[in-house]
Structure formats: structure tokens, C-alpha cells
């Protein structure tokens, strides 16, 4: 069975500094990995995808994710965090049987001024 | 860019009503998905449809049904409201299996039932 964790319910950080929010999946086979971001009162935006190219991925506003097959790891990272980077994240794994998909519970990100 | 619309951004029912959410996309997607959405729990798969009145059962289909009568119309039904369907209901679309899992989604729909 597959299943997505994400390490930390809530991360802050200051403006400027680097974000990482981990997540770590379990899959029997190679999995497809996904970065959604949630802005209050918005719907989820993909940030970035994995799926079994480049091991790190490149998403948009400056983030990115590796993947890690020995960690089974697929952690995001910004190298300097801006005010806008402020909501919730989710990392999501493709399932088997075609249409499932597993979202994580969420990392909700606070940047202080 | 894929728009994904949705009927209303809140809505407030009493227990027992019949309630209908809908949801648009106009990117010609094969591929539909009716989420709930709490705190703490992430998102949970409702329904899904991969063609017109086609649908399947996703983790938490009780006390609700779907309908999907045109490719671009995915409509999500509460036959009768219950207070712990109190949640925001989110609408997603994707092309394809292969990109299944690539979703864009709705702005989401607020319902409380008192």
C-alpha cells in the first residue's frame, strides 16, 4: 500500500531564509510525486512533479524537490522564503489502480517578517 | 490556462436538504474528482469520473452520489445534509491517466449544514 507523511504540521521560518518542508512516502514501485500549494480561500496550485525523470525538480516561485529513493524522501526547499510562500503545502503520491491519489496531511509554512 | 469553476464559494444548508455542488473545467478533461477537504486530514477522494457518465467510488463515498452528464460538468450531491458533512469540498480535473494524478482544482466550496 502506499502512503504519503509529511513530517511537520507546521513550519515558520523568516523572511529570507530557507524553507524545507519534508515529506516521506512509502510506494512498492516507482512512484509518481507531487508539490501542491494552498493559499487561504484558494484551490490547490501544483508547484512541481516528479515522475521518474531528474531526481531534482524544479517548480515554480523558486522552489524545488528531490528525490530520494534510499531516504523515500521527496522534501521541498526555497532557498530564500518571501511573504507571498505563506500557506499550506501538500505532498501528494499517484496510487496504484490508476486513479488514486494520496495527499498528505498538509504543512501549513508561516514567513515572519 | 485549465479553469476549474465552481458554483459557489459558500454555502449554508439545513440538515436534510438535498444539495447540489457544481463544478466546471473547460480544458476538455477526461478525468473529474470531487474532494472533501478538513483540517488535519488533507484532502479525501469523494468520487471520481473518468468519462462522461462513468464514476467510480473513491475512500469516502457515503452520503453522497455524483452525476456527470456532459465531459465538462461534474456534479456532486448531498441527498441528505448531515451536520458532519459540514467541510470544503474541492472539484478537480486532469487529462488522461497518464497525467491523472496532475490535477488542477477549483477554489473550493465552503458548506455548513446546521
Known amino acids: 500500500a502506499q502512503s504519503v507523511t509529511q513530517l511537520d504540521s507546521h513550519v515558520s521560518v523568516s523572511e529570507g531564509t530557507p524553507v524545507l518542508l519534508r515529506c516521506n512516502y512509502s510506494s512498492s514501485y516507482s512512484p509518481s510525486l507531487f508539490w501542491y500549494v494552498q493559499h487561504p480561500n484558494k484551490g490547490l496550485q501544483l508547484l512541481l512533479k516528479?515522475?521518474?525523470?531528474?531526481?531534482l525538480v524544479k517548480g515554480i516561485n523558486g522552489f524545488e524537490a528531490e528525490f530520494k529513493k534510499s531516504e523515500t524522501s521527496f522534501h521541498l526547499t526555497k532557498p530564500s522564503a518571501h511573504m507571498s510562500d505563506a500557506a499550506e503545502y501538500f505532498c501528494?503520491?499517484?496510487?496504484?489502480?490508476?486513479?488514486?491519489?494520496?495527499f498528505g496531511a498538509g504543512t501549513r509554512l508561516f514567513v515572519k517578517a | 490556462d485549465v479553469k476549474v469553476t465552481q458554483s459557489s464559494r459558500y454555502l449554508v444548508k439545513r440538515t436534510g436538504e438535498k444539495v447540489f455542488l457544481e463544478c466546471v473545467q473547460d480544458?476538455?478533461?477526461?478525468?473529474m474528482f470531487w474532494y472533501r477537504q478538513d483540517p488535519g486530514l488533507g484532502l479525501r477522494l469523494i468520487y471520481f469520473?473518468?468519462?462522461?457518465?462513468?464514476?467510480e467510488k473513491g475512500d469516502i463515498p457515503e452520503g453522497y452520489s455524483v452525476s456527470r452528464e456532459k465531459k465538462e460538468r461534474f456534479s456532486l450531491i448531498l441527498e441528505s445534509a448531515s451536520t458532519n458533512q459540514t467541510s470544503m469540498y474541492l472539484c478537480?480535473?486532469?487529462?488522461?491517466?497518464?497525467?491523472?494524478?496532475?490535477?488542477?482544482f477549483g477554489p473550493g466550496t465552503r458548506l455548513t449544514v446546521t
Open positions: 501528494v503520491v499517484g496510487g496504484t489502480g490508476g486513479f488514486k491519489t494520496i
Open positions: 516528479y515522475t521518474s525523470a531528474a531526481t
Open positions: 478537480a480535473s486532469s487529462t488522461s491517466q497518464r497525467e491523472v494524478w496532475e490535477q488542477y
Open positions: 480544458m476538455d478533461h477526461e478525468n
Open positions: 469520473s473518468y468519462d462522461v457518465k462513468m464514476k
